[in-house]
């Protein structure tokens, strides 16, 4: 038998320690002996592991709030980075000039803010800037003055006007008016608001581009000329249906015309390169705070029918970029930068700056542009602007050719109905060209169409 003081037990590790050897035999104590802890350090490989471990949780602990910095610093860049593949995988313009570098327009905004407070001596406006600057207008004073008091006359509820000479792109005109919110008048200029009808000159305008109308083309059509339903649109197999030549549909503005020129003769990758062309969906006014006008892919070809006949709410445009797409169609194709001011001079009659003319982009060809202007002059002459230009015998009121397109649709912001004309003339030699909207939320008191007149009337009347 063996004294049981010589017997000794044996542990086996269980487990990775840091501290402790498990491999080694315990001595057992005496009842007696108090327990002592013993703290047992590591050596050899598990040391090394152990400094290597510590070692990297210092650096995630080092590292951790640089981090957090940097990723606070990185949302602006990567909302930047955002916007930058948005621009370059937007729709690239073909078959006409891609757009150019933008030029910064300097002091537009100061420009348009102090428009106001101007003085008129008879067709010159002028303003100064608390600094001494003087501000020269490329605005005629008697036609931004004649336009002002019309809309204020009539009391119209939302009434904007923008006018621009083709050739340079110099603003002639700009003033808004209302008789609901004073405040709105101020930002009029710049805000989206739906496009409507005018959007059949894009329509128009991709089907000329690539060679598939020409402004004597007969398009069939079954339903109601100005039905808003693309279901009913489609021409019947047994006959019977509407047929109409795209020009006299440009003046009356037939939505299942364009509908159908969108959707079975052009096709939507060649609409939406001729949106691209157009400015929508990117920053076009180089230096002017108008918010960039929008008109997204249409999911299916109901959507692009809406779209191509101008019914599509979601379409929007400032009346800026509208006047600007006229003035482009009036002179061959080729949008001018808008600009406000024609020269800018100190207190002490030095030029700060002097207007240049500069071409942004070419939206269509001379041709395109051409077959346009054919198919715009029906408007005027037997389409839906005849009664604003004429009197009640059919004598034309002003002595001069016109081409141009109304618009006329629901819309929310501000509530109500708006009415659309832009135009430019003469055909021969374009002037001027205009953009006029109204919004009536109630009864009707003024059309867009009469404001287009009676600015033309005001600029001819020399």
Not at 306 to 314: P, T, V
Not at 373 to 387: E, F
Not at 413 to 440: C, E, M, T
């Amino acid at each position: 038998m063996q004294d049981l003081k010589h017997l000794s037990q044996k542990k086996t590790a269980s487990g990775f320690r840091f501290f402790g050897d498990g491999s080694r035999n315990k001595r057992l104590k005496p009842a007696s002996e108090p327990a002592r802890p013993r703290l047992y350090l590591p050596t050899g490989k598990r040391l090394q592991r152990l400094k290597l471990t510590l070692i990297f949780i210092v650096i995630v602990l080092a590292l951790a709030p640089l981090c957090v910095l940097a990723l606070r610093q990185a949302k602006p860049a990567l909302a930047q980075v955002r916007v930058w593949i948005a621009l370059l995988t937007a729709t690239a313009p073909n078959q006409a000039e891609a757009a150019k570098a933008p030029v910064s327009i300097s002091r537009f905004e100061t420009a348009r803010d102090l428009l106001a407070s101007a003085e008129v001596d008879g067709d010159s406006m002028s303003a100064r800037t608390p600094e001494g600057l003087k501000y020269t207008y490329t605005i005629q004073g008697d036609l931004q003055q004649g336009v002002y008091d019309y809309l204020e006359k009539n009391r119209v509820p939302y009434g904007v006007f923008v006018a621009i000479e083709p050739s340079s792109g110099r603003i002639l005109g700009m003033t808004a008016y209302s008789s609901i919110d004073p405040t709105w008048a101020k930002r009029s200029v710049y805000e989206l608001y739906p496009m409507a009808s005018l959007f059949k000159i894009i329509t128009a305008s991709a089907a000329l581009e690539n060679h598939k109308i020409t402004p004597e083309s007969v398009i069939e059509f079954r339903g109601n000329s100005y039905s808003e339903n693309p279901r009913y649109w489609d021409a019947s197999p047994r006959g019977g249906n509407n047929r109409m030549s795209v020009t006299y549909a440009m003046g009356k503005s037939i939505n299942p015309v364009y509908g159908r020129v969108a959707s079975d003769i052009v096709g939507k990758s060649s609409v939406m390169e001729s949106i691209s062309r157009f400015g929508f969906n990117q920053v076009l006014l180089p230096g002017i705070p108008a918010k960039p006008s929008q008109a997204m892919e249409p999911a299916n070809n109901h959507g692009l029918r809406l779209m191509g006949a101008g019914l599509d709410h979601e379409v929007k445009i400032s009346p800026l970029h509208a006047a600007a797409i006229m003035s482009a169609i009036a002179n061959g194709g080729k949008m001018m930068a808008p600009g406000l001011t024609s020269s800018v001079v100190d207190g002490q009659g030095i030029e700060k700056e002097v207007f240049t003319p500069l071409e942004l982009r070419r939206l269509v060809t001379p041709e395109t542009s051409e077959s346009l202007t054919r198919m715009l002059s029906s408007t005027v002459l037997t389409g839906t602007s005849r009664k604003a230009f004429h009197d009640r015998r059919g004598r034309p009121r002003l002595d001069v050719s016109i081409a141009a397109k109304t618009g006329s649709i629901n819309g929310t912001d501000p509530k109500g109905h708006y009415s659309w004309f832009a135009a430019f003339a003469p055909i021969q030699n374009p002037r001027i060209a205009l953009v006029a909207l109204v919004i009536n939320p109630d009864k009707w008191r003024v059309k867009a169409s009469q404001v287009g007149e009676h600015a033309l009337e005001e600029f001819f009347k020399k």
